[in-house]
Nanobody, 118 residues
Framework: QVQLVESGGGLVQPGGSLRLSCAAS????????MHWVRQDPGKGLEWVSY????????YYADSVKGRFTISRDNAKNTLYLQMNSLRPDDAAVYYC???????????WGQGTQVTVSS
């Protein structure tokens, strides 16, 4: 079955970095756009970034542009999110999701918690 499993979250100080990974299985990963979405209980669901199937095109929310980098390794069926210069307002549960366009997702992972605190 289609499965997405995130990892790499944790506690980091403001200004620090984390790299999230999302291992995909059960579908032809290289055929699909992939997304990172985050949810903070206080702010709701927020789209972060997406990457097209070949990896050649990437898009970011204004709130993370210049600090986060989405990438994918289609040979390893893995999606990544490199997060630099983290801020307290980046704290959230981060999900990878599969979907044809931004805002339309047909599969989600279980999420990985990112906490940004000194």
């Amino acid at each position: 079955q289609v499965q997405l499993v995130e990892s790499g979250g944790g506690l980091v100080q403001p200004g620090g970095s984390l790299r999230l990974s999302c291992a995909a299985s059960g579908f032809t990963f290289s055929n699909y756009w992939m997304h990172w979405v985050r949810q903070d209980p206080g702010k709701g669901l927020e789209w972060v970034s997406y990457i097209k199937s070949s990896g050649g095109s990437t898009y970011y929310a204004d709130s993370v542009k210049g600090r986060f980098t989405i990438s994918r390794d289609n040979a390893k069926n893995t999606l990544y999110l490199q997060m630099n210069s983290l801020r307290p307002d980046d704290a959230a549960v981060y999900y990878c999701a599969k979907g044809p366009v931004r805002g339309l997702y047909d599969c989600w992972g279980q999420g990985t918690q990112v906490t940004v605190s000194s």
